[in-house]
């Protein structure tokens, strides 16, 4: 007779195979699970107040939209938006930028919208970020210029924040760091197999902004305000927003949140 061999080891081994196909099946295909952009059909004709803009990187052309304040404005919001959607999706508020005295210029990540191309790397998406930036800020020399990020953008604005000098900084619904919330919900994945890590508490407090805003729902569930609290930690001076009754998706709808973010644009000195 044959001895029968131990079952505990082929478990073993079969939970391990199960548990590296899922690490590299993830690893594999990190971008399709971090962005949904959305394409923008040629159909879709932007207002008349807002102009479209190109902005040629390695590999691909980014879009964006540039909405110009009639009259005139105090300077730039460069706007860095979210993980989903695109430029017609974001660039909505135009009254409330009007008010507040500013053009806005909302980017099109690669594979979003109209802009062409694939997200690949963190270093890609900082650099795509950095050369919009190069394309649009020096038409607002001597102006103000306002870094905004928005969900998955915060990051992109924070670190943007360490390489150009502005006005002011504008984080809404951030994440301490893209590794902390994988880790948070998907505590079985290791750190190292993260492509986008994206640290925003690593970038904040090294930060060239004159003065910088958080604004986080209190019932944010995608990104717990905890988040917030800790980057706020890391720039003491930063002034954070708590908004009441707030989620993830519906922040900007808040009055308390308009508000606030209203007299801080208002209160930037005009040019």
Do not use: C
């Not at 002034?239 to 993830?248: D, E, T, Y």
């Amino acid at each position: 007779m044959f001895a029968r061999a131990p079952m505990l080891p082929l478990i073993v081994s079969t939970l391990a195979l199960l548990y590296g196909g899922a690490v590299t099946t993830l690893a594999l295909n990190q971008e399709s699970l971090l962005f949904h952009g959305t394409p923008l059909p040629d159909s879709v004709q932007a207002p008349s107040t807002i102009e479209d803009r190109w902005i040629d990187v390695p590999g691909a052309r980014l879009h964006g939209w540039l909405y110009r304040r009639p009259g005139g404005s105090k300077g730039l919001v460069f706007y860095l938006h979210g993980n989903a959607g695109n430029v017609a999706t974001w660039l909505t508020q135009t009254r409330f930028w009007d008010q507040a005295g500013f053009d806005v210029f909302v980017l099109d990540y690669r594979g979003f919208g109209r802009s062409t191309g694939e997200i690949s790397s963190q270093a890609q998406l900082h650099d795509d970020v950095w050369r919009a930036w190069q394309v649009m800020s020096p038409a607002y020399a001597g102006r103000q210029r306002v870094l905004f990020g928005r969900s998955l953008g915060t990051d992109l604005a924070a670190h943007l924040s360490t390489r150009v000098d502005a006005d002011l900084l504008v984080l809404v619904s951030p994440y301490a760091s893209m590794q902390r919330m994988a880790s948070e919900r998907y505590p079985w994945v290791p750190g190292f197999a993260l492509k986008y890590p994206l640290h925003t508490d690593e970038d904040l407090p090294h930060t060239r902004a004159r003065q910088v805003m958080i604004f986080h729902g209190e019932a944010d569930a995608l990104i717990p305000i905890a988040h917030a609290r800790d980057l706020q930690a890391t720039l003491p001076s930063a002034r954070l927003v708590s908004v009441p009754g707030a989620g993830h998706n519906d922040i900007q709808n808040s009055p308390v949140y308009q508000q606030a973010l209203m007299d801080a644009l208002r209160a930037l000195p005009a040019p």
